[in-house]
């Protein structure tokens, strides 16, 4: 009976590692292809996809970043530092005002702040389209910057003012003895402590503005202000592409990211498991 | 960008004041000074979220005249044509394909997965494990999508190769490319791309579980698959529920995947609620019902969001 019990186990061992290990392939083999693709000919990689390139084109980065992903990286890493750090701003302040001082109607200004949370963004689509047409903003790095700060303020403020409302309040009211004006307070003290939870919503707003699809496609009508993710898809559809080159640029795409899932991974887990909890 | 040099003027002075009132009190006593601290949030809400909802709510009455420009009132005419639309209904059968197809397998199939691996013995192996299957999730649906785009394609995709390869040649097509392939296999993707966020958020959930419970168990010679049913998963059920509504309301929202592989074709065979709502809006300038369909979605996200906020209310379980 042990000796059945045993077996039993190594079994079941050997299948959860199996199930564990396909599935590993299974994540990270298109990855792998995505990179292997992005260092063929286009030749190569019709003939035979699976192949591994002849000799690694490392020269397809650079034409990728010549023929436009240069600019598009550099749209979006502008867009997305400047509505991350206003964004992170903006709902910092507003966490502050709603957690730490008492502001009549309190219960109304939180729904205000954090309703947005349940609205999707195709929901105001039209009507946007409309407004920023009228205001000159359709088309333009101004606009994008606008809507991807507005609409990730909900999500910002919720976890912060999370975070803030378990903040002692005795912190406040020291500072006020010390004499410290409001505003020194949250500079000095409040944002200070809040630090884990704004790094956290950053690096949750880094990721989705760097892959929104959305508004940079319907707010934008070619050149200029393409970011990545529009950029990729233009190449790829326009006639005669060279494929390895949208696929150096697409690995141009993800990599900053999952570099920073790597490296800031504890603040993933906390900021999504914050986002869908409580 | 003024944004970020005005910092919000509490109306009280920096300078602390001698002799005026007791300071402490200033915490506790409430005022609309503090006001000025959610203005920027408020402002830029109302002005780029609720404002142009509750125009969109108006535009959904209204017909435009193309070339004009010309708008005229015409009640519910929008939901009328809208109902009568096929295309539109073929579009929301499809989004509840995604929901049906994403819970099975980011919301079950991801409980049952992080319950495995969080069995595995070795810390280092269960860290290795969630953060290898989160990485699509890291990058964007966009780029999914193209890789994906490649990976089905009709020659040289890697999908049919590797069924020729092994002899199942038979079953290769353009998956994209078939009416009824393309949004299944543009759920596929969706699946790769999103179930180890699910994973992640479920091992957090599975990891919150007093060790006891499961000692508990397997001293009194409960097996693996019974302690799962027994012990983890009545334990996680608040997060199984909000996994859930997050799900739901994710695919009835869906429009990157849609858009980069299919556009909503083979001939609307992949349309889904907020493709067949950018094509009313931008390729045919059908404006009114484009915000009639915005109308709907709306609809359905504000149903779930509630669900979820009556379902957070409810009291978690103890332990």
């Given at each position: 009976?042990?000796?059945?019990?045993?077996?039993?186990?190594?079994?079941?061992?050997?299948?959860?590692?199996?199930?564990?290990?396909?599935?590993?392939?299974?994540?990270l083999y298109p990855l792998l292809w995505m990179v292997d693709s992005a260092l063929k000919t286009n030749a190569e990689l019709f003939l035979n996809p699976f192949a591994l390139p002849s000799t690694p084109l490392w020269q397809n980065f650079v034409t990728a970043w010549r023929q436009g992903v240069g600019?598009f990286v550099?749209?979006?890493?502008?867009?997305?530092?400047?509505?991350?750090?206003?964004?992170?701003?903006?709902?910092?302040?507003?966490?502050?005002?709603?957690?730490?001082?008492?502001?009549?109607?309190?219960?109304?200004?939180?729904?205000?702040?954090?309703?947005?949370?349940?609205?999707?963004?195709?929901?105001?689509?039209?009507?946007?389209?409309?407004?920023?047409?009228?205001?000159?903003?359709?088309?333009?790095?101004?606009?994008?910057?606008?809507?991807?700060?507005?609409?990730?303020?909900?999500?910002?403020?919720?976890?912060?003012?999370?975070?803030?409302?378990?903040?002692?309040?005795?912190?406040?009211?020291?500072?006020?003895?010390?004499?410290?004006?409001?505003?020194?307070?949250?500079?000095?003290?409040?944002?200070?402590?809040?630090?884990?939870?704004?790094?956290?919503?950053?690096?949750?707003?880094?990721?989705?503005?760097?892959?929104?699809?959305?508004?940079?496609?319907?707010?934008?009508?070619?050149?200029?202000?393409?970011?990545l993710p529009?950029g990729l898809a233009d190449m790829m559809s326009k006639?005669g592409t060279q494929y390895p080159i949208v696929f150096a640029g697409m690995v141009i795409a993800a990599l900053p990211m999952v570099?920073?899932?790597?490296?800031?991974?504890?603040?993933?887990?906390?900021?999504?498991?914050?986002?869908?909890?409580? | 960008?003024?944004?970020?040099?005005?910092?919000?003027?509490?109306?009280?002075?920096?300078?602390?004041?001698?002799?005026?009132?007791?300071?402490?009190?200033?915490?506790?006593?409430?005022?609309?000074?503090?006001?000025?601290?959610?203005?920027?949030?408020?402002?830029?809400?109302?002005?780029?979220?609720?404002?142009?909802?509750?125009?969109?709510?108006?535009?959904?009455?209204?017909?435009?005249?193309?070339?004009?420009?010309?708008?005229?009132?015409?009640?519910?005419?929008?939901?009328?044509?809208?109902?009568?639309?096929?295309?539109?209904?073929?579009?929301?059968?499809?989004?509840?394909?995604?929901?049906?197809?994403?819970?099975?397998?980011?919301?079950?199939?991801?409980?049952?997965?992080?319950?495995?691996?969080?069995?595995?013995?070795?810390?280092?192996?269960?860290?290795?494990?969630?953060?290898?299957?989160?990485?699509p999730?890291?990058i964007s649906?966009t780029v999914a999508g193209l890789l994906f785009y490649f990976i089905y394609q009709?020659?040289s995709g890697l999908l049919?190769v590797?069924?020729?390869?092994?002899?199942?040649?038979?079953?290769?097509?353009?998956?994209?490319?078939?009416?009824?392939?393309?949004?299944?296999?543009?759920?596929?993707m969706?699946?790769?791309?999103?179930?180890?966020?699910?994973?992640?958020?479920?091992?957090?959930?599975?990891?919150?579980?007093?060790?006891?419970?499961?000692?508990?168990?397997?001293?009194?010679?409960?097996?693996?698959?019974?302690?799962?049913?027994?012990?983890?998963?009545?334990?996680?059920?608040?997060?199984?529920?909000?996994?859930?509504?997050?799900?739901?309301?994710?695919?009835?929202?869906?429009?990157?995947?849609?858009?980069v592989m299919?556009?909503?074709?083979?001939?609307?065979?992949?349309?889904?609620?907020?493709?067949?709502?950018?094509?009313?809006?931008?390729?045919?300038?059908?404006?009114?019902?484009?915000?009639?369909?915005?109308?709907?979605?709306?609809?359905?996200?504000?149903?779930?969001?509630?669900?979820?906020?009556?379902?957070?209310?409810?009291?978690?379980?103890?332990?």
């Amino acid at each position: 009976m042990v000796a059945l019990a045993r077996l039993g186990r190594g079994i079941r061992i050997v299948a959860v590692w199996t199930l564990l290990m396909a599935l590993v392939v299974v994540v990270l083999y298109p990855l792998l292809w995505m990179v292997d693709s992005a260092l063929k000919t286009n030749a190569e990689l019709f003939l035979n996809p699976f192949a591994l390139p002849s000799t690694p084109l490392w020269q397809n980065f650079v034409t990728a970043w010549r023929q436009g992903v240069g600019d598009f990286v550099l749209t979006s890493v502008s867009l997305t530092v400047l509505a991350t750090l206003i964004t992170e701003l903006i709902s910092a302040w507003a966490a502050y005002g709603l957690t730490r001082i008492r502001i009549p109607l309190n219960r109304t200004f939180t729904v205000l702040v954090l309703a947005g949370l349940m609205l999707a963004p195709t929901v105001a689509l039209i009507p946007l389209v409309k407004m920023f047409q009228a205001m000159g903003l359709y088309d333009s790095f101004f606009g994008l910057l606008i809507l991807y700060t507005a609409f990730r303020i909900p999500f910002t403020a919720f976890l912060m003012r999370a975070y803030m409302l378990d903040l002692p309040r005795e912190v406040d009211e020291a500072a006020s003895i010390d004499g410290a004006s409001r505003r020194a307070t949250f500079w000095r003290i409040i944002l200070p402590m809040s630090m884990p939870i704004v790094v956290t919503t950053a690096v949750l707003n880094v990721l989705q503005n760097w892959n929104e699809y959305l508004f940079a496609m319907v707010f934008t009508s070619g050149t200029g202000v393409e970011t990545l993710p529009v950029g990729l898809a233009d190449m790829m559809s326009k006639n005669g592409t060279q494929y390895p080159i949208v696929f150096a640029g697409m690995v141009i795409a993800a990599l900053p990211m999952v570099i920073l899932f790597f490296v800031c991974q504890r603040y993933f887990v906390r900021g999504l498991a914050g986002g869908v909890g409580k | 960008m003024t944004t970020l040099q005005a910092p919000p003027a509490p109306a009280r002075a920096a300078v602390p004041r001698v002799g005026a009132a007791a300071p402490t009190r200033r915490a506790r006593s409430v005022t609309w000074s503090g006001l000025v601290w959610l203005a920027p949030a408020l402002a830029v809400l109302a002005v780029f979220v609720y404002w142009p909802l509750l125009q969109n709510v108006f535009f959904s009455l209204l017909k435009w005249n193309i070339y004009s420009g010309e708008q005229t009132f015409v009640g519910l005419d929008n939901y009328v044509a809208l109902a009568a639309d096929p295309v539109f209904w073929h579009a929301l059968t499809n989004n509840v394909w995604y929901a049906v197809i994403s819970i099975v397998f980011q919301v079950f199939g991801a409980l049952v997965l992080a319950a495995i691996v969080e069995s595995v013995r070795s810390e280092r192996w269960r860290k290795a494990f969630r953060a290898i299957y989160f990485i699509p999730s890291a990058i964007s649906l966009t780029v999914a999508g193209l890789l994906f785009y490649f990976i089905y394609q009709p020659q040289s995709g890697l999908l049919n190769v590797l069924l020729q390869g092994v002899g199942l040649g038979q079953f290769s097509q353009a998956w994209l490319g078939h009416e009824s392939t393309a949004v299944f296999a543009v759920i596929a993707m969706s699946q790769w791309q999103g179930f180890g966020y699910s994973v992640l958020l479920f091992s957090v959930a599975l990891q919150r579980i007093p060790l006891e419970y499961y000692e508990a168990a397997e001293l009194d010679g409960v097996g693996p698959v019974r302690r799962f049913f027994s012990v983890s998963l009545p334990l996680v059920r608040e997060m199984t529920g909000l996994m859930m509504i997050v799900t739901v309301a994710g695919a009835f929202q869906v429009f990157n995947e849609v858009m980069v592989m299919t556009s909503g074709g083979p001939d609307n065979a992949s349309q889904v609620l907020s493709t067949w709502l950018y094509h009313a809006g931008f390729v045919t300038d059908d404006f009114g019902s484009a915000a009639a369909i915005g109308v709907a979605i709306f609809v359905i996200t504000l149903a779930l969001a509630v669900a979820q906020l009556a379902y957070s209310r409810r009291r978690r379980v103890e332990w």
